[in-house]
């Protein structure tokens, strides 16, 4: 079975600090893909980064990284010097990689809050 | 460029009524998507499709049907409605092609409040 999970329901900090926001994913298939979504509180789920399981490269872009391992399961998302508009709901979702249908399949989701 | 849309935003039902919401893309996306968001449960997938005239179960089907009458139109429907499906629901789609590596593209959403 296909499973996201992120254990972190909610996270605050202040802004500047550093976050990382956890993802865990199971499935048995040896490809696949992973995304991240931010649904900040406009609503709309606006797409981050999509990373297939044959590149584990780490990928920063701006004050964003994830880190992708293999060996772990895991895809976490680090915002460097975080700032009060990355307060948002982020989502962590899994793929198959192929002869599929497309569907994602969700984390629960993460709540970040970032205050002043 | 519109993207996704869906109609309405927002609605108020009361137990047993029925209503669709509509969903329209404007990409020539083949597949297209129903999900819904619950707190503390991401989005479930409630139905889809792989092209016009074709639709299949999610993950959360019952108490919902679809239809895919034409490739830019995805509609959900509600025969009866129940409190249980007060939800804030997301139509998503993507090109069609075997891999998954297609990035979604999801509308506004619609939040629906069952009385």
């Known amino acids: 079975a296909q499973k996201v999970t992120q254990a972190q329901t909610e996270i605050s900090v202040v802004e500047k600090e550093d976050v990382t926001l956890d993802c865990v994913y199971e499935?048995?298939?040896?490809?696949?893909?992973l995304f991240w979504y931010k649904q900040p509180p406009s609503g709309e789920l606006v797409f981050l980064i999509r990373?297939?399981?044959?590149?584990?490269q780490n990928e920063i872009s701006g004050r964003y990284s994830w880190n992708f391992q293999k060996s772990t399961s895991s895809f976490n998302f680090t915002i460097t010097a975080s700032q009060v508009v990355d307060s948002a709901v982020y989502f962590c979702a899994l793929c198959h990689g192929s002869g599929n249908t497309g569907k994602l399949i969700f984390g629960q989701g993460t709540t970040l809050q970032v205050k002043p | 460029n519109a993207g996704v849309t869906q109609t309405p935003k927002f609605r108020v039902l009361k137990t047993g009524q029925s209503m669709t919401l509509l969903c329209a893309q404007d990409m020539n996306h083949e597949y297209m998507y129903w999900y819904r968001q619950d707190p503390g449960m991401g989005l479930r997938l409630i139905h889809y499709s792989v092209g016009e005239g074709t639709t299949a179960k999610g993950e959360v089907p019952d108490g919902y049907n679809v239809s895919r009458l034409k490739k830019q139109n995805f509609l959900l429907g509600l025969e009866s409605a129940a409190p249980s499906q007060t939800s804030v629901y997301f139509c998503a789609s993507r090109q069609g092609s075997p891999s998954g590596a297609n990035v979604l593209t999801f509308g506004a959403g619609s939040r629906l409040t069952v009385l």
């Open positions: 499935t048995r298939d040896t490809t696949y893909y």
């Open positions: 990373r297939n399981s044959f590149d584990e």
